[in-house]
């Protein structure tokens, strides 16, 4: 059973940053490409970053295009989503898992962006 445990969420004014990390289980995590997805209330969920299970191709949703970073450490089997010049509008419950999703969905860890 693969767990994926989201942490580094936190309160933050806007033009902040945040760093997320998402730890994994699994034998085979380095060979499946990972996503950060996110909810706001009332919203559905949406694939905010991609990376390849390499590492070494990345995509994002347009409205963080140019301020989040995506990265990973497969020693560590850690995927990390550096997050800058926060937006309100990044308010959201924030998840990791594969992509397309391979396992259950975590508790998220909150990013509240206040302005």
């Known amino acids: 059973q693969v767990q994926l445990v989201e942490s580094g969420g936190g309160l933050v004014q806007a033009g902040g940053s945040l760093r997320l990390s998402c730890a994994a289980s699994?034998?085979?995590?380095?060979?499946?490409?990972m996503g950060w997805y996110r909810q706001a209330p009332g919203k559905q969920r949406e694939l905010v970053a991609h990376?390849?299970?390499?590492?070494?191709?990345?995509n994002y949703t347009d409205s963080v295009k140019g301020r989040f970073i995506i990265s990973r450490d497969n020693a560590q089997k850690t995927v990390y989503l550096q997050m800058n010049t926060l937006k309100p509008e990044d308010t959201a419950v924030y998840y990791c898992?594969?992509?397309?999703?391979?396992?259950?969905w975590g508790q998220g860890t909150q990013v509240t962006v206040s302005s």
């Open positions: 699994g034998r085979s995590f380095s060979w499946t490409p």
């Open positions: 898992n594969g992509n397309p999703p391979f396992a259950s």
């Open positions: 990376i390849s299970s390499g590492g070494t191709l990345y």
